[in-house]
């Protein structure tokens, strides 16, 4: 996966803090649980020791998952928005290709 595309997701994460319509919210989920996935499927080191990277993209992948929602209160889902962002930025290289 592009850097370009860990920055741009991101971005819609730090945006969805701010009150948008909630097909947003849709499209988030769409591009974030696919960003995750990704993270988690290139972490995934079978036979290897276990790193804490597929464990956290996992679970971003599960929350954002568009299929089956999650449903939080909305001051959860601005944290998780600003955790899941930081953490994209923060752990690129771990993602990128």
Do not use: C, S
Request: aromatic share 18%; hydrophobic share 55%; charged share 10%.
């Amino acid at each position: 996966m592009p850097v370009q595309v860990v920055y741009a997701t991101a971005a819609i994460m730090f945006l969805a803090v701010f009150p948008l319509p909630e097909l947003y919210d849709t499209f988030l989920r769409m591009v974030a649980f696919g960003t995750f996935g990704w993270g988690t499927y290139k972490n995934l080191n079978f036979g290897e020791k276990i790193t804490v990277f597929p464990l956290l993209y996992g679970f971003f992948a599960v929350v954002y998952n568009p299929i089956t929602p999650v449903h939080f209160p909305r001051e959860a889902w601005i944290a998780l928005d600003i955790a899941g962002g930081a953490i994209l930025l923060a752990t690129k290289q771990h993602i990128a290709e």
